[in-house]
């Protein structure tokens, strides 16, 4: 079924469009990078899934999400240093035959996540 991830900008009410966001794994202790994108106008991977079905294994993984230079990018202007810069969330696949969705729902000072559909 895959990985996929959305976010979603609180303080503006709108997806966060033009985000930077870092895609790792994380087998072993050893972080990997395994690709950067910016988000399209919904705020999602312009390309659709992280991983297809195929591709995605049980393990350990990392999404970076540059929220600092996302909301300066927005005209926000943020204290230095801003209370949030990078916001990383660490998950783990238990079930690769399973859907992985990881939204993020951010303002400047606060952030959620949980597991969605």
Same mark, same amino acid.
């Given at each position: %079924?895959g990985?996929s991830?959305?976010?979603?900008?609180? %303080?503006?009410?709108c997806?966060?469009a033009? %985000?930077q966001?870092?895609?790792?794994?994380? *087998?072993?202790g050893?972080?990997?990078l395994?690709r950067?994108?910016?988000l $399209?106008g919904?705020?999602r991977n312009p390309?659709? *899934?992280?991983?297809?079905s +195929?591709?995605l294994? +049980?393990?350990?993984y990392?999404?970076?999400?540059?929220v600092?230079?996302?909301f !300066?990018? !927005?005209?926000v +202007?943020l204290?230095?240093?801003?209370?949030?810069? *990078?916001?990383?969330? $660490?998950f783990g696949?238990a079930? +690769? %035959?399973q859907?992985?969705?990881?939204?993020?729902?951010v303002?400047?000072?606060s952030?959620s996540?949980?597991?969605g559909?």
């Amino acid at each position: %079924m895959g990985l996929s991830t959305h976010v979603l900008d609180t %303080m503006h009410g709108c997806p966060a469009a033009g %985000m930077q966001v870092a895609l790792y794994t994380t *087998q072993d202790g050893r972080v990997e990078l395994v690709r950067r994108f910016t988000l $399209d106008g919904n705020g999602r991977n312009p390309e659709g *899934q992280l991983y297809d079905s +195929a591709s995605l294994k +049980a393990g350990t993984y990392r999404l970076s999400f540059d929220v600092k230079g996302y909301f !300066r990018s !927005r005209g926000v +202007a943020l204290p230095e240093p801003a209370f949030l810069d *990078q916001v990383s969330i $660490d998950f783990g696949v238990a079930d +690769a %035959m399973q859907h992985y969705h990881v939204p993020l729902l951010v303002s400047p000072w606060s952030y959620s996540t949980y597991r969605g559909s």
